[in-house]
């Protein structure tokens, strides 16, 4: 689980270097104004998102450590953990909606284009709903562990 994370955190650089090109270069995409505010809000939270994101994977990257003692999950992780699954969502749907997107057109030359481009997206989406998922089990575990060695250090006083 260990390359899977490290896996998630290089993807979300990825992502976060990608929505800053897109924050670059989004005026000269879009003609009318609606579809520029629209887009950049789209953009603006896409990148926010990948932002904290990072920030959850590499904090939270100390739970896989069998050597070190548990340390009590503090409010920080629970809120990045909102956002790394709300960043998941966003990806499975941004992947999704680009895919119907591309198909509805009547331009079938990028069709399989933006398939290979739009379902890794949707894949690393599900990849990291799974992985925070599988941490927070992993949280508890550690945590049920702690609650039992202070209860066994607690009897011998």
């Known amino acids: 689980m260990r390359i899977l994370k490290i896996i998630l955190i290089l993807i979300t650089i990825f992502l976060l270097f990608f929505m800053s090109l897109a924050l ?3 005026k000269d995409v879009f003609g009318n104004k609606s579809g520029y505010i ?5 953009v603006v939270l896409g990148f926010l998102l990948s932002a904290f994101t990072l920030i959850y994977h590499i904090k939270s990257f100390r739970y896989y450590r069998k050597s070190k003692p548990y340390k009590e999950a503090n409010k920080t992780i629970a809120v990045l953990k909102i ?3 709300a960043h998941s969502v966003y990806c499975i749907l941004f992947g999704i909606l680009s895919i119907i997107g591309n198909f509805t057109t009547n331009d079938r ?13 949707i894949l690393f989406g599900i990849l990291s709903i799974y992985e925070t998922v599988f941490l927070r ?3 508890n575990q550690l945590q049920k562990e702690q609650e039992t060695k202070d209860e066994i250090a607690t009897i011998g006083n």
């Not at 629209?38 to 789209?42: K, N, Q």
């Not at 030359?109 to 997206?121: E, H, N, Q």
Request: with cysteine; glycine share 0%; proline share 4%.
């Open 24 to 26: 670059i270069f989004l």
């Open 38 to 42: 629209i887009a950049l809000l789209f």
């Open 83 to 85: 956002c790394a699954i």
């Open 109 to 121: 030359s990028d069709d399989i284009i933006s398939a290979v481009v739009f379902v890794p997206v």
């Open 137 to 139: 089990k992993q949280i």
